[in-house]
């Protein structure tokens, strides 16, 4: 598996020591490690390690399907905005989207999901971090059968539906990465595909400069 290695900035150097001074990763295998610090080093909130719902198979997986340069489809532009290295596919500003939306009753989240099922129902890996509904669209679609994720990074955020639709997707059994809380959000769910891509910044026989 190949891993996208890129220079570290002594800022982000400096700020993974810090990161690890205040909590306690070491416990956690590579991609769940790499997953978790990257989401704290992002919003400064080491309480994001008790918080995530990390499987290193999945993650493992999903590593991987990155790695052979599979299909990123992410629930708003948010998330792809924050994932600069890497092409995604974001539908629910399309026009085909409003349509379906006005015309099944549901969120245009809802229905850019649908959307992009059918363009990639096989394999893809799959990033939502702002809406609910569009994570329970995705699991009513491969309930059925209709779209087969190689990861679903469920990260939504909001007090209406988000615990509830990562709770249905921990349910589900699909690969996944998760949080019980209610809080997420665009730049954690590009925070862990980044994890995915990158891996470590830091690794052990890397110097961290003063």
């Known amino acids: ?34 997953v978790a610090e990257r989401i704290v080093h992002t919003t400064a ?42 092409p995604s596919r974001c539908l629910v500003g399309s026009a085909l989207a409003a349509e379906l939306a006005a015309a099944e009753g549901v969120t245009r989240s809802a229905a850019a999901v649908r959307l992009a099922a059918a363009e990639h129902p096989m394999g893809a890996i799959w990033a939502v971090g702002n809406a609910p509904t569009a994570l329970f669209e995705l699991l009513r679609l491969a309930a059925a059968g209709q779209v087969v994720p190689a990861l679903v990074v469920g990260l939504p955020v909001g007090y209406v539906g988000a615990a509830e639709s990562k709770a249905a997707l921990r349910l589900s059994g699909l690969p996944q990465l998760s949080n019980v809380s209610a809080r997420g959000g665009s730049a954690v ?5 980044n994890a995915l891509l990158y891996g470590d910044p830091m690794p052990a026989q890397d110097p961290v400069p003063h």
């Open 1 to 34: 598996m190949t891993v996208v290695r890129r220079s570290v900035h002594p800022i982000e150097a400096e700020s993974y020591r810090l990161l690890r001074s205040a909590v306690d990763t070491s416990g956690l295998p590579r991609h769940s490690r790499d």
């Open 45 to 86: 909130d080491p309480g994001w390690v008790a918080d995530l719902v990390l499987d290193e198979a999945a993650l493992t997986a999903g590593a991987a399907a990155l790695a052979a340069g599979g299909p990123l489809v992410v629930d708003v532009t948010m998330v792809g905005a924050g994932i600069t290295r890497y």
């Open 189 to 193: 769910a590009a925070a862990a595909v």
